[in-house]
């Protein structure tokens, strides 16, 4: 086979355009720091690498669920401790009206801090994250307690006892509310049999009884107490679980971060190597192709 002039011309002209297309790839892939700048350059890498974004992105919304449980279950908490610390105040306050030598008057006197305890106590039941009631089971726009329909809101029996979870890893959910519906009833039932019995309707005998017998079906305060600290347990393990989950999350935040970086970015290292040793075949492609191609007429002429 005859290697015409043109022959040389041509393959020398596609020889020189694939190391401009290597140069000009190395040059990229250096200056974006990724070594695929568009699917085409590499296929299976592009397709890894949407796989860990998609991981990262789960992981992302999974963070803003744990962060949401923190702060349902650090409101609740909080809520809990409150009531918890009333119910002391409101020992106390049964423990100085059981005594015979208060009047009626001193007992209506203690009456009135125990009112104001039984509204800081509907408060704590209607305590709220956002816009959302967290003691009100699923019917989380309604609180529980409301002066239009009277101490218990009926609108959310219904929903009271159902749960709200959120999703905090893949196929794993979290409760993240505590149903206060029945808990709270029963605080108000007993405060309101505290204020009964102030209001001259027992005697010291009775008043005492309130602490730790149930009279007529009325709880008595050490069983709410301890069913308040029951209640606290359980959000506390909660609690616990949500930051074994959050940092379960960080870890795997990092190693999908870290196979990503391995997968798609630039070895600098290795990518100027690679453009030295393509600049030299290059200029040594020039060099010899300046040599064999064939001198014009203008050549000639000079």
């Known amino acids: 086979m005859r290697v015409t002039q043109s022959m040389l011309s041509s393959n020398m002209l596609r020889n020189l355009n694939n190391s401009y297309g290597k140069m000009s790839k190395l040059q990229e892939q250096m200056n974006s720091g990724k070594l695929v700048n568009r699917p085409s350059d590499d296929p299976v890498i592009a397709v890894k690498g949407m796989g860990y974004r998609v991981e990262l992105d789960k992981n992302e919304q999974y963070q803003r669920n744990i962060r949401e449980a923190h702060t349902w279950l650090d409101s ?21 009206a059981a005594n015979d030598t208060n009047t009626t008057e001193d007992r209506q006197k203690i009456n009135a801090e125990i009112t104001q305890i039984k509204e800081q106590l509907r408060d704590m039941a209607n305590t709220k994250v956002g816009d959302n009631y967290i003691f009100s089971g699923t019917h989380t726009n309604s609180p529980l307690y409301t002066d239009q329909v009277g101490p218990q809101n009926p609108n959310i029996t219904t929903g009271a006892a159902k749960t709200i979870e959120v999703n905090v890893f893949d196929g794993i959910s979290m409760k993240i509310n505590t149903q206060g519906n029945e ?12 204020e009964t019995l102030l209001n001259g ?8 009884n309130a602490l730790g017998l149930n009279t007529n079906g009325i709880p008595a305060l050490d069983s709410i107490y301890n069913e308040t600290l029951t209640l606290r347990a359980d959000v506390g393990a909660r609690q616990n679980r949500v930051e074994l989950m959050e940092n379960r999350l960080t870890i795997q935040e990092v190693n999908v971060t870290k196979q990503m970086s391995e997968n798609e970015d630039t070895d600098y290292a290795k990518a100027i190597t690679d453009m030295a040793t393509t600049e030299s075949i290059h200029q040594a492609a020039l060099s010899v192709g300046a040599k064999i191609i064939q001198q014009t007429l203008v050549d000639f002429i000079r």
């Open 76 to 96: 609740t908490d909080e809520a809990l401790e409150q009531v918890g610390s009333s119910l002391i105040r409101v020992k106390e306050l049964i423990v100085q």
């Open 183 to 194: 808990y709270f009833n029963r605080v108000d039932e007993f405060m309101g049999h505290v």
């Open 201 to 208: 309707g027992g005697n010291a005998s009775d008043i005492s």
